[in-house]
């Protein structure tokens, strides 16, 4: 089981398939996660990755990934070569804080700091699509430790705008009101994975919100894995199944 050092700052060039932009000023008509209060000349980074042979008359699924405490967008080259380069256009996401410990960033998760990272994740997806032939209706959002927990806090808030949301190591948010929404987000698809060994994400709290979210009348998946915190290989070729899986199930559905 291989490791990914993902969490830790790098300084790494980002080169085909993968794009980093900054400032983008073209309008879009792409639904928003979330109304935007920045000026794009203030938008932060974020990082595009291109499926290998891409076909412009295929809409892709697209993966936003959401990264841990002390990472970055940048992060993404690492990610998907382990998740898939074939199946998705995917989009990465600048943390909304500044970890100066690591140089990295985080995902800070007071009510202000959630909605900047709904626009942050709104322009990842206004990004994607123009960029790339996006299916809409196959955006997946997924994130490691910190960042899994926002992924699951804007599935919940915005569940209309996912087709499933995936937490690795990251636990259910609990403050301002996560399941305010909860007669909308019953019918999301949720993948909870964690590490036996976590201190960040232990047993206890894996189990306590198993229970919160069967009480809620969520439908989940678990996967626990051997070891630490540390994202592994594993995980990432888990993810993308349970990703393929549950597009499958909803291409047989509309069949």
């Known amino acids: 089981m291989n490791r990914l050092q993902t969490s830790k700052a790098s300084s790494f060039q980002l080169s085909s398939p993968f794009e980093t932009h900054l400032n983008f000023n073209q309008p ?28 412009r008359g295929y809409a892709y699924p697209l993966l936003i990934w959401l990264h841990d405490d002390g990472g970055s967008e940048r992060e993404l080259r690492q990610l998907m070569p382990h998740v898939s380069v074939r199946n998705y256009v995917a989009a990465a996401a600048r943390g909304v804080g500044a970890d100066t410990g690591r140089h990295g960033h985080t995902w800070e998760h007071c009510a202000d700091s959630t909605c900047e990272a709904a626009e ?13 032939n996006v299916h809409s209706n196959r955006v997946f959002i997924a994130g490691q430790g910190s960042g899994g927990t926002m992924a699951l806090r804007l599935a919940l808030r915005y569940p209309e705008q996912f087709a499933g949301v995936i937490s690795i190591g990251g636990a259910m948010p609990r403050s301002n009101a996560p399941l305010n929404r909860v007669k909308e987000a019953r019918g999301l698809p949720i993948l909870l994975a964690s590490c ?7 047993q206890a709290e894996v189990v306590s919100d198993l229970r919160l979210l069967h009480s809620a009348g969520f439908s989940l998946a678990l996967r626990q894995y051997p070891g ?10 888990d993810m993308d199944r349970w990703i393929m899986e549950r597009i499958s199930t909803a291409g047989a559905k509309v069949s």
Do not use: G, N, Q
């Open 228 to 237: 630490d915190d540390e994202l592994t290989t594993a995980m990432l070729a």
């Open 196 to 202: 036996r060994d976590s201190d960040v994400y232990p």
């Open 120 to 132: 942050r994740v709104t322009e990842c997806i206004e990004a994607a699509k123009r960029r790339f």
């Open 28 to 55: 879009s008509t792409s639904t928003k996660v979330a109304p935007r209060r920045r000026d794009r000349a203030a938008a932060p980074h974020y990082a595009l990755f291109a499926p290998l042979h891409y076909e």
